[in-house]
């Protein structure tokens, strides 16, 4: 993610969009008038329209926080006049948001890096596999001698 990373486990981000003929493609809410978050009266992402602008682009999130669009931030605003700020904030939109970062537990896998962070899935399978195959043979000899 481009940004930088705020204190308290946030990071900011600036994504511009384009407008498309449905609109940006994500409902919002909250507001001074309808907190979405208690005691916070800032506009979150609530729905992300699938193949809509804010989708296909990719980096917007259902539950970031939005800061600002075009330059104008957004706090202490009603919901309405929030909503008022996307309808006519044009055709390109620079959104600043903030997004909660998400806490790693345990050691860090990257894809691609050729260290699957734990055992392949045939490192487990093979030798079930073969333990399986055993005690059927060994079932299959004490049931003969019976």
Do not use: C
């Amino acid at each position: 993610m481009n940004g930088s990373v705020a204190g308290g486990g946030y990071a900011e981000e600036i994504i511009s969009l384009t407008r498309r003929p449905s609109g940006l493609g994500f409902n919002i809410v909250g507001g001074t008038d309808q907190q979405y978050v208690a005691n916070d009266s800032s506009i979150y992402v609530s729905w992300i329209k699938k193949d809509g602008a804010a989708y296909l682009d990719g980096r917007l999130q259902e539950g970031d926080k939005i800061l600002a669009i075009n330059g104008k931030d957004l706090k202490d605003l009603r919901h309405r006049d929030a909503v008022e700020l996307f309808r006519n904030a044009g055709y390109h939109v620079s959104l600043k948001i903030q997004r909660r970062l998400q806490p790693q537990n345990g050691p860090v896998s990257h894809q691609g890096d050729g260290d699957s962070g734990g055992l392949p899935l045939a490192a487990i399978l093979v030798p079930g596999l073969a333990l399986a195959a055993t005690a059927v043979w060994i079932l299959l000899r004490y049931r003969q001698r019976m």
